[in-house]
């Protein structure tokens, strides 16, 4: 993180234009120090998501791989390639939400801790249990999480449905799995460029 002010400065305030002397300088954005440490800040991101997501990927095969091994077979490849982009997709989202609870604290026990807030997103979702068997606001709840429609999404892909008492959520999963993972990549993605810039002040 201290690298990343170090590279800014190597190009100085030299090459920077003169600055008005009657303007406000709170209102004279430095605007190629911002875009240089945007790009920083994303090549330094991104590097610890591309790893993540590697090994995620590396165990998905090995997933699928044993799952043939011993007799599973989906509806289809392309059905199969499907359910994996989703299962990557939700991940990335995942990963974005961890980074940015990383940046937001420097204590690494604390970071540990955090990570507890993940068992939610498996509990109160239709993972282990049909939503439709849950109490009517549990069961809302459960079916409204980005997890429960990556979860529906990909058993239908497999061919293999699960609650079909369900509501919108549950008819829509699809799609669901789909605008979940986005909105939650862009929005902590967001976030954790702001937050990254705040620490490298």
Request: glycine share 10%; charged share 15%.
């Amino acid at each position: 993180m201290a690298a990343t002010p170090a590279r800014l400065g190597r190009r100085g305030p030299a090459r920077q234009p003169p600055a008005d002397e009657d303007a406000d300088p709170v209102e004279q954005p430095c605007q190629p120090e911002l875009e240089r440490l945007l790009r920083v800040v994303g090549a330094e991101l991104l590097a610890g998501d591309r790893a993540d997501l590697g090994s995620s990927v590396l165990g998905l095969a090995m997933l699928v791989a044993a799952a043939f091994a011993i007799g599973w077979r989906p509806g289809g490849g392309a059905e199969l390639l499907a359910a994996v982009g989703l299962l990557l997709l939700l991940r990335l989202a995942f990963l974005w939400m961890g980074v940015h609870l990383g940046l937001l604290t420097r204590d690494p026990a604390t970071v540990t801790a955090v990570q507890i807030l993940v068992w939610p997103f498996a509990i109160l979702s239709n993972a282990f249990v049909p939503a439709s068997t849950m109490p009517g606001w549990l069961g809302t709840v459960a079916e409204w999480n980005p997890l429960a429609a990556t979860v529906t999404a990909v058993r239908d892909l497999f061919g293999q449905p699960g609650d079909a008492g369900g509501g919108w959520a549950t008819e829509h999963a699809l799609l669901l799995a789909v605008v979940w993972p986005v909105a939650l990549t862009a929005l902590f993605a967001a976030l954790s460029v702001r937050r990254w810039q705040t620490l490298s002040r």
